[in-house]
């Protein structure tokens, strides 16, 4: 088992900044891709970013060049740094880990990007 804790949303201003993170705690030892999705309300959940346990990261197009996911395997942890925020960047984001046969969430964090 695996479990995830997010942390670090909020309010932000359009043209602002975030920085997400999310602990992961367990049998983390078997999880290699870390990733970052959202849900709008009254839309499906999408996805954000992933990481693998190499270091390599995609990005969906709505946000590559404004968001930075990152991981420290050392503290279990994954980051999204989030910078040129849009009010259509507002939704719940969750964390996300995959292990062989398994895929964990984390409990979602809001994140609201309003004037």
């Known amino acids: 088992q695996v479990q995830l804790v997010e942390s670090g949303g909020g309010l932000a201003q359009p043209g602002g900044s975030l920085r997400l993170s999310c602990a992961a705690s367990?049998?983390?030892?078997?999880?290699?891709?870390m990733g970052w999705y959202r849900q709008a309300p009254g839309k499906q959940r999408e996805w954000v970013a992933t990481?693998?346990?190499?270091?390599?990261?995609n990005y969906a197009d709505s946000v590559k060049g404004r968001f930075t996911i990152s991981r420290d395997n050392a503290k279990n942890t994954v980051y999204l740094q989030m910078n040129s925020l849009k009010p259509e960047d507002t939704a719940v984001y969750y964390c996300?880990?995959?292990?062989?046969?398994?895929?964990?969430w984390g409990q979602g964090i809001q994140v609201t990007v309003s004037s």
């Open positions: 996300n880990a995959v292990s062989i046969g398994y895929t964990y």
């Open positions: 367990g049998i983390v030892s078997r999880v290699y891709n």
């Open positions: 990481v693998t346990n190499g270091g390599n990261t």
